[in-house]
């Protein structure tokens, strides 16, 4: 999708998939921050050129095929805001996988937020670590993880920036392994 107007660019790009219900699903997701775009950006009378881009990777394991969508927005070419959201579905069934089917019970989502903690707390530098904001963004809730995908069998747990520390902190994408001691 490429959309040209006096205020803005939006360049969007998405997978085509088989199964009917998943690509809507794709289609409404990148159709609803285009909406939004337009609406934040569309009746902007400063001249500013703002734009809207959207890019994806694919990644596989065994099972699963995950979909991690890169949403940036950019005012007059410097980024002004980036965010991630994944789509997880099962390779035979083609159902979509949503992290509480993978964290689905509460030993789990307690030892994956413990892990979580933990990493964030090694990658975050110094002058952006909040352990306040860390904690209330790896609290033992399945919805707090929702930006997951799998690569080969690893979990991979994405925090967009502002989730856990400052913009300029980045984003974190994490890898979730268990260990049975």
């Known amino acids: 999708i490429e959309i040209k107007n006096d205020n803005y660019v939006v360049k969007v790009k998405y997978p085509k998939l088989q199964s009917p219900d998943n690509q809507r699903l794709l289609k409404k997701f990148i159709l609803s921050e285009i909406t ?5 950006y569309g009746t902007d009378d400063e001249g500013y ?23 940036r927005v950019f005012e007059e070419d410097e980024i002004e805001n980036l965010y991630f959201k994944t789509f997880v579905f099962n390779k035979k069934t083609e159902k979509q996988v949503l992290i509480s089917d993978i964290l689905d019970s509460e030993l789990k989502l307690i030892v994956s937020a413990q892990i979580l903690r933990d990493k964030l707390k090694e990658l975050i530098p110094a002058e952006f670590y909040d352990e306040a904001r860390v904690l ?40 979730v392994k268990f260990s049975a001691k």
């Open 49 to 71: 050129r703002h734009k809207l881009k959207i890019n994806y990777k694919i990644y596989n394991s065994v099972e699963l095929k995950s979909i991690v969508f890169r949403v």
């Open 136 to 175: 209330r963004a790896t609290s033992a809730q399945a919805k707090n993880f929702n930006d997951f995908y799998y690569n080969k069998d690893e979990l991979h747990i994405i925090f967009s920036p502002f989730a856990v520390a400052d913009f300029d902190a980045g984003y974190f994408d994490i890898v």
């Open 36 to 40: 939004k775009f337009q609406a934040s």
